[in-house]
């Protein structure tokens, strides 16, 4: 409203408060997932979940009822948000899927892309030989698409981190998910991305029958977080 | 001494000044190695560090000269340590030689025993099937068998975290890496071991060509990493 914004334009502290998302549920997956080998070892990425968090805690200062779903990380829970913790990608689903309907969905997780085809039950043992071994991996559920693939869906958006081809390969991923919106960024810049504490991004989405595109500068995540929520409140159903 | 013992009896906490590896040139790793499978996926394994870092600050309160080579941990360096901080395997090796000679090595770090074949430079991407993936893994270093390979070699102990037939398993690791003493302890109790503050060991060493063994029962790490000193000053030559 024009109210609301002489309000912010007057004391841009009060745009903090601004509730555009009151009453919306909104679910959001952040952090990496770890596949255990057995029972010490695992498969794991770099993410610190402070992209997820800093969505979390900017959709709940704007009014959402958030549920974050969160692999393993050393963050502390974002005020007002219910936060479920889960190590695995098929534990992060099934706590999304519990945590459905909702209006808004930001698969913000690094989702391993695979797990072992059997985890051990015991600490595997190396063999005699000193040649090598061959781990068998087998997909992992892929959150954002099966969210996106459901009859009743909410509004999904997707992340992308990429080190090369950065717009086609967000681009194909948006598609081939049939997502709302992506997020890419890219994780081989130096200061940027995983672990950092700030990042940059490039916003895409579907319109006309054309793939548009916004970019979003350097700046810390939770200003990043700020932007691509000023960006969602506009295209929500 | 039997002063110093009469100093320990009248005031406990006078026990931490006891200056037995005053001089020593200790070297310890601690916590867990991260194997790059590309830019942000990686293998690693549930240790904490705790342990190894323990182990580090009662050497240095002892008088030892202390290096840490140091795996990807949230722990604060002990006060007198010098830290080196490494990756993965084959850097905790080469860091491992740089601080060498040493009159007692403590491999308290779980290495991971494999790393990819090959290190993709960018992001792997998945194939459109939906089958699954075969990871290429070779051996990696084995550091504490290494160094006790050498020709002018320390004391050497070892660490064997198992979830089976632990004294087996530790005993034959004993033999096998010619290692001087192994601290051997079974992961899969509860409460106990990997991330835990407290720990059970299992000491282990070979006198006269039988293998002697001394249980050290659950306790702080703090007090475990005190009572392995407590064995190992009496056998350092």
Known sequence: TIFTRLQQALDPAAAISTQD??????VIT?????????????????SSGKMGYALAAACAARG??????????????PPGVARVDVLSACEM???VEAAL????????????????ASVAEHKLKKGDDTSGMTLELVRNPDIVATVAARSERPFCVGFAAETQALETHAGDKLSRKRLDLIVANDVSQAGLGFGSDDNAATLLWREADAVRRQALPPQPKTALATAILDHLVTRLP
Request: hydrophobic fraction near 50%; include cysteine; charged fraction near 15%.
């Open 21 to 26: 998302l009151a009453g919306r549920r909104v």
């Open 30 to 46: 952040a952090g990496p997932t770890r596949e255990a080998l057995d029972p010490v070892r695992y498969l794991s990425n770099h």
């Open 64 to 77: 959402a009822q958030v549920t974050l779903v969160s692999g393993p990380v050393a963050l502390a829970t």
């Open 93 to 95: 689903l099934a706590a």
């Open 101 to 116: 309907p909702c209006e808004l969905f930001i698969g913000c997780a690094a989702v391993a892309d695979y797990r072992a």
